[in-house]
């Protein structure tokens, strides 16, 4: 193990205070919420476990960078929306959609500058 991976090497939680790991080295049971969310499941109440440390080399974010992990095994599936939340949300992309000038689906979300739809905005002289 190179000297930076063993700078990061702390299973038992000594001196991070929670057990770490280098990139590419946790245990295979523990996911981030990205790796949970692809297996279609969520932490259920259940709080960071691991976390991973890395060295970043980034233009203009340099230092230690750090990704949380949860424990697969206490993950739950994730909730599906009702059908009346799913109809609901419709309803309020509708509006979020739709032009108060001129009353037509804008096919995108209007900005909140402006308070209307591109054209309507163009036609009216208010700068984008």
């Known amino acids: 193990m190179s000297r930076i991976r063993a700078r990061f090497w702390d299973p038992a939680g000594e001196r991070h205070s929670i057990p770490t790991y ?29 976390q991973i440390l890395w060295t970043s080399r980034r233009h203009g974010a ?7 992990l949860y424990d697969r095994r ?3 599936p994730k909730r599906t929306a009702t ?4 109809e609901a949300l419709a309803k ?19 900005p909140r500058h402006l308070g209307t739809c591109l054209d309507c905005a163009e036609t009216a002289g208010v700068a984008a």
């Open 62 to 68: 340099p230092g230690v960078r750090a990704a949380y």
């Open 92 to 110: 309020a992309n509708a509006a979020r959609r739709t032009c108060p000038d001129c009353g037509r689906d804008a096919g995108y979300v209007l």
């Open 74 to 76: 206490f993950a739950l």
């Open 22 to 50: 280098p990139w590419r080295m946790a245990p295979t049971h523990l996911l981030t919420l990205r790796q949970l969310t692809a297996e279609g499941l969520r932490p259920g109440g259940q709080g960071v476990q691991a």
């Open 83 to 86: 059908p009346r939340q799913l």
